[in-house]
């Protein structure tokens, strides 16, 4: 499922968390990178295949997941 043109979920790709265009590299990883400081030139060097959009997606994405209403369930005693 693409939830963007940069954003992709697919069961069979990162247990289906969101990655960019069905790389296999997951937003929440891009993600880590931005939080800990590093820049958008740090994360596009350590991955050539990523567009300096790719990381303004996940920041979009992250966004917008921020607006969605969450429900918690226990799994596990």
């Given at each position: 499922m693409?939830?963007?043109d940069r954003i992709t979920?697919?069961?069979n790709l990162c247990n289906?968390?969101?990655t960019i265009r069905g790389m296999g590299i997951t937003v929440r990883t891009i993600l880590e990178f931005v939080?800990?400081?590093d820049s958008h030139e740090d994360i596009?060097?350590?991955y050539p295949d990523l567009e300096a959009e790719d990381i303004e997606a996940c920041l979009q994405f992250a966004l917008a997941s921020a607006d969605r209403q969450?429900?918690?369930k226990q799994i596990a005693a």
């Open positions: 693409y939830i963007s979920i697919d069961g289906g968390g969101p939080f800990a400081g596009l060097s350590q969450h429900t918690i």
